[in-house]
Structures are given as C-alpha cells and as structure tokens.
C-alpha cells in the first residue's frame, strides 16, 4: 500500500504560486518574483491539471482590489511604524517606503493574482490524486 500524498494547504498554495485547481502547476512561467523580465508571464493552462489561468478577458482586475487591499494597509502600517516606532520623519518613512515598494512590487503583483484566482477557483482534491 501506497502512502496517500498529503493535501496541500491553500496558503501554501496562494504563496507559492501553485494552480488553486490542482495545487501542484505553478500560475507563473518564472519561479522567482524578482525575475522582472518575466514577472507578469503565466502559462495559459496549468501544466498538471489543464485549468485555465484565463477563464474570462479582464479575470485580474479584480487582482488589482486584492492588490490596494494589502497595499492600503501595510504600507500604513509600514509608516506608521516608522513615523511613531522609530521616530523617523515623515519624508524618511516615506523614502524607505518607496524602496520596499520598488523591491517588493513584483510579489505584490503575483500574490494579488494568485489569491484572486484562488478565491475564484476551487480545489478539486481527485485530479491532485491522479497527477
Ligand atoms: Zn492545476
């Protein structure tokens, strides 16, 4: 008897970037976030299951909300630390901002689609078990 391979999370697969179908291909072309050359390339199916990254012309859009959610309060918070943890100046906190945003714009980008398209599609434990 073989052991049954354990089911993946949904946050370890919105964080690493995996198909919320099957949980196993990747959403993105390029492993690393930080490849900005291909940051935005998804593949059009995924390469386990088949499920399509595109079901629908404009599908991320909604990313962008998911997107200015994090965005909105983390970077308050970001400032806020700044400005009443460490007693930096206004224009200080907002500099540091700005190079995290810079570092860091291309995880934002690919964790909004990726929690998007979770939220859209659902896991189907029998293909994880075939594959
Ligand atoms: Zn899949």
């Known amino acids: ?25 990747d959403l993105f072309v390029a492993k690393s976030s930080f490849n900005y050359k291909e940051l935005t390339k998804m593949p059009k199916n995924c390469p386990v299951c088949d499920q399509v990254f ?6 991320y859009y909604g990313a962008m ?7 909105g ?5 970001f400032v806020g630390i700044c400005i009443f943890g460490f007693d930096l100046s206004v224009n200080t906190s907002f500099v540091l901002l700005a190079l995290m945003v810079a ?4 995880w934002i980008f690919r964790i909004s ?3 998007w398209i979770h939220v859209n599609v659902k896991y189907d434990p029998s293909i994880s078990k075939k594959a």
């Open 113 to 115: 689609r990726s929690i």
């Open 73 to 77: 309060f983390w970077f308050l918070g």
């Open 1 to 25: 008897m073989s052991k049954s391979k354990k089911m993946p999370s949904i946050t370890h697969s919105v964080f690493n970037f995996k198909c919320p179908r099957c949980r196993e291909g």
């Open 54 to 59: 595109l079901p629908e012309p404009g599908f």
């Open 103 to 106: 570092v860091l714009f291309g």
């Open 65 to 71: 909300f998911i997107s200015y959610i994090i965005c």
